[in-house]
């Protein structure tokens, strides 16, 4: 089911936009050296276009914040890299969190159009019944051959920062650029 949907649309095999590991194909070949030029780009995000660089195998995680009745990432869905850029998206009102699912996929179902380097397009099979988090909700790990992280973090613990959604988990931008948050996903 894809009805919520709204007419911006993800990034797919459309002829422009590139897979994952071809990220420095449509942003430049300094996206992994100095994302914050390219706009918000925590480090889950940074540590996962890394290892998928040059390697369409690599598994990553792509999380989603989805209604409560849509545990699902279908093909066509905006997706991130960062499961605080996904929780601070399914913010949709003051009252309500809309849970964030997650999958573990091959880089190369992941696409980018070179526009912000934490919204990306799922380009693979529907993948349905999937388990929804809250914020302060325990993950698994990630897949093994996906973002080195040290023994220390094998699991992912988020604690709610003070302050509005805006003021939470946004990496500093370069002085340079400055970017209003995007709330597409």
């Known amino acids: 089911m894809t009805d919520y949907r709204m007419g911006h649309s993800a990034p797919e095999d459309d002829g422009y936009s590139a897979q994952l590991p071809a990220v420095r194909d449509r942003f430049g070949p300094d996206i992994l050296d100095q994302p914050d030029l390219y706009g918000t780009c925590d480090d889950e995000t940074l540590r996962q276009m890394t290892v998928a660089v040059d390697d369409p195998d690599t598994m990553v995680r792509i999380y989603r914040a989805v209604p409560p009745e849509h545990l699902e990432i279908n093909r066509g869905d905006w997706v991130t890299l960062s499961r605080a850029y996904a929780h601070d998206h399914g913010y949709v009102d003051d009252r309500v969190a809309w849970p964030v699912v997650f999958a573990d ?18 380009g693979g099979p529907d993948l349905t019944g999937l388990d929804g988090y809250a914020e302060s909700d325990v993950m698994p790990p990630p897949p093994a051959s996906g973002p080195a992280r040290a023994p220390d973090e094998e699991t ?29 996903i």
């Not at 988990?169 to 709330?183: F, G, L, Q």
Request: net charge neutral.
């Open 156 to 184: 992912i613990q988020f604690t709610p920062s003070q302050g509005a959604r805006e003021e939470r988990r946004v990496p500093p931008t370069s002085p340079a650029v400055t970017r209003a948050p995007d709330r597409s």
């Open 105 to 122: 996929v091959p880089a190369r179902q992941v696409w980018t159009d070179g526009n912000d380097p934490s919204e990306y397009g799922y």
